[in-house]
T-cell receptor, first 115, second 114 residues
Framework: DSGVTQTPKHLITATGQRVTLRCSPRSGDLSVYWYQQSLDQGLQFLIQYYNGEERAKGNILERFSAQQFPDLHSELNLSSLELGDSALYFC??????????????FGPGTRLTVT | GDSVTQMEGPVTLSEEAFLTINCTYTATGYPSLFWYVQYPGEGLQLLLKATKADDKGSNKGFEATYRKETTSFHLEKGSVQVSDSAVYFCALSVYGGSQGNLIFGKGTKLSVKP
């Protein structure tokens, strides 16, 4: 158990809908990262927050947004969902922001299926 | 841009066989290099890392050496077990300070048969 929790574990929804994925980092970790894992694209970085502020953006679509709250949990919002958004979404956390400074701990993921 | 290329899988080995999974990278600057492992139905776990050239990361019998001259970070294990069956991801990060996202290879699925 990495100490990172993600809810829900599975999510099935229809095209055009909006969903929110939630992540609670390990106690004491300030950084939260979101990654998308799909068969065709592999593991792709979406966005990073550090102590409530956005720090880095990867291949995140405009239909997707995220935030980190004062208690450091994070939410990833996916809207106007398309079939291609079906994927496993991972959250990771680390004490610091720099990957070379600290290990990233991954949650178990949320499997999103868009029908 | 920065990228990681690792050997295509799946790789199927018999128990106690020698394992090598090749990984090469392209990066601006001086990256830190990582191997993560994903067991079925779970998230990724850091297996080992190396932060500068010639560093050797090791854990649970796995080893990888950061080779700057060949831009490689190949994963090796002398004797694999059935419990090593998983997907292995090579990754890098070139960022410091408070920015630290990882760039992953496509993953290599390893199956170890008894």
């Amino acid at each position: 158990d990495s100490g990172v929790t993600q809810t829900p574990k599975h999510l099935i929804t229809a095209t055009g809908q909006r969903v929110t994925l939630r992540c609670s980092p390990r106690s004491g970790d300030l950084s939260v990262y979101w990654y998308q894992q799909s068969l065709d694209q592999g593991l792709q970085f979406l966005i990073q927050y550090y102590n409530g502020e956005e720090r880095a953006k990867g291949n995140i679509l405009e239909r997707f947004s995220a935030q980190q709250f004062p208690d450091l949990h994070s939410e990833l919002n996916l809207s106007s969902l398309e079939l291609g958004d079906s994927a496993l979404y991972f959250c990771a956390s680390s004490v610091s922001g720099g990957a070379s400074l600290g290990e990233q701990y991954f949650g178990p993921g949320t499997r999103l299926t868009v029908t | 841009g920065d990228s990681v290329t690792q050997m295509e899988g799946p790789v199927t080995l018999s128990e106690e066989a020698f394992l090598t999974i090749n990984c090469t990278y392209t990066a601006t600057g001086y990256p830190s290099l990582f191997w993560y492992v994903q067991y079925p139905g779970e998230g990724l776990q850091l297996l080992l890392k190396a932060t500068k050239a010639d560093d050797k990361g090791s854990n649970k019998g796995f080893e990888a050496t950061y080779r700057k001259e060949t831009t490689s970070f190949h994963l090796e294990k002398g004797s694999v077990q059935v419990s090593d069956s998983a997907v292995y991801f090579c990754a890098l990060s070139v960022y410091g300070g408070s920015q630290g996202n990882l760039i992953f290879g496509k993953g290599t699925k390893l199956s170890v048969k008894p």
